[in-house]
Each structure stands twice: as C-alpha cells, then as structure tokens.
C-alpha cells in the first residue's frame, strides 16, 4: 500500500509511479487527513510513505499521521522523500519512528524534484522543472524494484551539517517560519474555493467569496500552486514567482 502526503503533486507524482511498478493501491494521506480519518491501516504487503522533505524532515503532519495510527499485518515500510535539495538527516527522526511504532524501516529514498516553497525560494522554470521530474522518474523505478522484492534500500551519505538541520533548524522552522498570517488574496480572485478543497488541514474558508486562513497551516504551498487564476499570495515574497502543480503525469 503506498500513501502519499503531497502540497504540489511531487510526491504524488513519485507515489503513482511506485504504486503502479508494485501493482498495489495507491491512497492519499491529504484526503485522509482532511477527513480526520485514523482508523487502522492493516496490508500484507510492504507499506510505503511518498512526503515531501519539510525542513531536512518528514512533515510533522506525516510524522503525526503515522504515529495516530495503528497498523497491522506487515510491519515493513519504505519511505520515500521528495525535496528540492537534500533531506538532511530525516532519516534519524524516521528510524525513531519505526521503534515507537514497532515498525520495520526498511530505509529511505531521497528524490530530487522541483521546489515548490515558493514562500521562500523561487521555482523552477518549466523547462527546469521538467529536466528534474524526468530525471527523477528513473530513480522511482529503482526504489519500487527494492520494494518489490522485499530488499533494504541504500543507505543515503549523511555530513555533519545534517544533524543540525534536521533538528535545531527544523525546531526554529516549526516555531517561527510556518504561519498562515502572511497569505492573501488579491482581487482578480473568483472565490472558486480550489484552495479550500486542496487545503490538508481544511485551514481555509470562504468568507465573502474569498478565503481567509484560519490558523492551522502547514506551510505545504498548495492553496497558493494550484490557485487557477494566481490570485493568492505571500506576502511580498511571492508577487510575481512562478506557480506550478503536477497532476495526472503534467506540469501545470
Ligand atoms: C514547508 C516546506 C519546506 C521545505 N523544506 C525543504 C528542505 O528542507 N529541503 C529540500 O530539499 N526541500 C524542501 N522543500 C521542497 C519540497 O520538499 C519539494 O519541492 C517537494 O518535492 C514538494 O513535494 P510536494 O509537491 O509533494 O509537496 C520544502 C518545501 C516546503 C513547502
């Protein structure tokens, strides 16, 4: 069973193509979420988590996903990150994890694929973009081979750095950075509530036909990405930066 959490459709795009190469169901931790849905996971055959990286870590709403719910029959899982850059050493917090939860680890894949924190750093151009999901195509198939027999992944190098990323910097991330205060909506909004129904932790609203954040975010970027007509912001880091989403196998 592979579970995918995704802001911009990366780690979906990833979660599909593992999900097809093992023949088996794919399901979606936002709609999961969404519908406060933790009831028991139970599958056979290997489980495995497509997120993408969150400051060097799992995304704290995987991490507390996976520790809500109780998961019988297999015990092993693969986890699959997606990230522009590197994901420092989530690995640690991951294998911490497994040991609370009884879990097997049976290791992590890091995938690059384009950034899309556009709150803080710019996107990718669509050529770029489609350089770095081609590249990383070939990488999925390799992970879902590992799976599909049952073997350990690779062990990915860690530097020193890594340790402090994952955890004091993650800490100030979590603490500081994420918030909702600084989204917006301009006028050319059309209050069709696309960032309503793609929104994880149904933080946003419709008030007056156009949407108000309510406090609970997550930082994952996907009200501001798949907003059709561009009309949400972030503050003034945002104003004219490149949007984009994947879905269906497409950059939009
Ligand atoms: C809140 C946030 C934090 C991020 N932190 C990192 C990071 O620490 N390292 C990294 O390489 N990419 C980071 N990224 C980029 C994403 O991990 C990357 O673009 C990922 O593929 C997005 O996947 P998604 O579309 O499934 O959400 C971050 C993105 C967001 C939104």
């Known amino acids: 069973m592979v579970f995918?959490?995704?802001?911009?459709?990366?780690?979906?795009?990833?979660a599909?193509?593992?999900?097809?190469?093992?023949?088996?169901?794919?399901?979606?931790?936002?709609?999961?979420?969404?519908?406060n849905d933790y009831s028991e996971i139970h599958s056979?055959?290997?489980?495995?988590?497509?997120?993408?990286?969150?400051?060097w870590q799992m995304p704290h709403i995987v991490r507390d996903f996976i520790k809500k719910v109780k998961f019988s029959g297999t015990k092993k899982v693969y986890f699959i990150a997606t990230c522009g850059a590197e994901s420092g050493n989530a690995v640690h917090f991951i294998k911490n994890l497994c040991y609370e939860k009884h879990l097997h680890f049976m290791g992590i894949m890091t995938i690059k694929m384009p950034e899309n924190y556009i709150a803080l750093f710019s996107t990718p151009s669509k050529e770029k973009a489609a350089e770095i999901v081609s590249a990383a195509k070939p990488k999925a198939v390799k992970a879902a081979g590992y799976?599909?027999?049952?073997?350990?992944?690779?062990?990915?190098?860690?530097?020193?750095i890594d340790i402090a990323k994952s955890s004091f910097i993650n800490?100030?991330?979590?603490?500081?950075?994420?918030?909702?205060?600084k989204f917006?909506?301009?006028d050319s909004?059309?209050?069709?509530?696309k960032c309503v129904q793609v929104c994880p932790t149904n933080n946003i609203t419709l008030e007056n036909n156009r949407p108000v954040w309510n406090g609970n975010c997550t930082h994952c970027m996907a009200c501001i990405s798949f907003c059709p007509v561009e009309a949400i912001e972030y503050g003034k880091a945002t104003e004219k930066k490149r949007r984009y989403y994947i879905k269906?196998?497409?950059i939009h």
């Open 171 to 181: 800490k100030f991330f979590y603490n500081h950075i994420i918030s909702d205060e």
């Open 189 to 193: 909004c059309i209050g069709c509530g």
């Open 147 to 160: 799976i599909l027999t049952e073997r350990s992944l690779p062990c990915e190098k860690l530097i020193f």
């Open 44 to 55: 056979d055959r290997p489980i495995v988590f497509v997120f993408p990286i969150y400051a």
């Open 16 to 35: 599909e193509i593992i999900s097809k190469r093992l023949d088996d169901d794919i399901v979606s931790l936002n709609e999961k979420i969404k519908q």
């Open 184 to 186: 917006f909506s301009k």
């Open 248 to 250: 269906d196998g497409e």
């Open 4 to 14: 995918y959490f995704t802001g911009t459709g990366n780690s979906r795009y990833i």
